[in-house]
Nanobody, 115 residues
Framework: QVHLVESGGGLVQAGGSLRLSCAPS????????LAWYRQAPGKQRNLVAL???????DYVDSVKGRFTIFRQSAKNSVDLQMYSLKPEDTAVYYC?????????WGQGVQVTVSS
């Protein structure tokens, strides 16, 4: 079993920034990919950003140019740096790690962007 510990959520004004961090209980380079998802109230959970073991990165169009996903080897974490936040970015953000066909999820952190 893999545990993912997320941190960094909070309340921020529109235009502000936040950094989310996810620390798995195994080495980050053991996973096929690592990703951040988000779920707004009453909506489904959607992919925000993903980084593969080979370093390929994908973002949902709505966050391109504003969010950056990266791995921090020293911390053994995958972080999501978020800039120019908008009220529509408000959601619970979840970290997801995949090891071949098995997925592991964090507990989620709330990000609230006020207008």
């Amino acid at each position: 079993q893999v545990h993912l510990v997320e941190s960094g959520g909070g309340l921020v004004q529109a235009g502000g920034s936040l950094r989310l961090s996810c620390a798995p209980s195994r080495n980050i380079y053991e996973f096929t990919d690592l990703a951040w998802y988000r779920q707004a109230p009453g909506k489904q959970r959607n992919l925000v950003a993903l980084i593969t073991i080979g370093g390929r990165i994908d973002y949902v169009d709505s966050v391109k140019g504003r969010f950056t996903i990266f791995r921090q080897s020293a911390k053994n974490s995958v972080d999501l740096q978020m800039y120019s936040l908008k009220p529509e970015d408000t959601a619970v953000y979840y970290c997801r790690a995949r090891d071949a066909g098995v997925q592991f999820w964090g507990q989620g952190v709330q990000v609230t962007v006020s207008s």
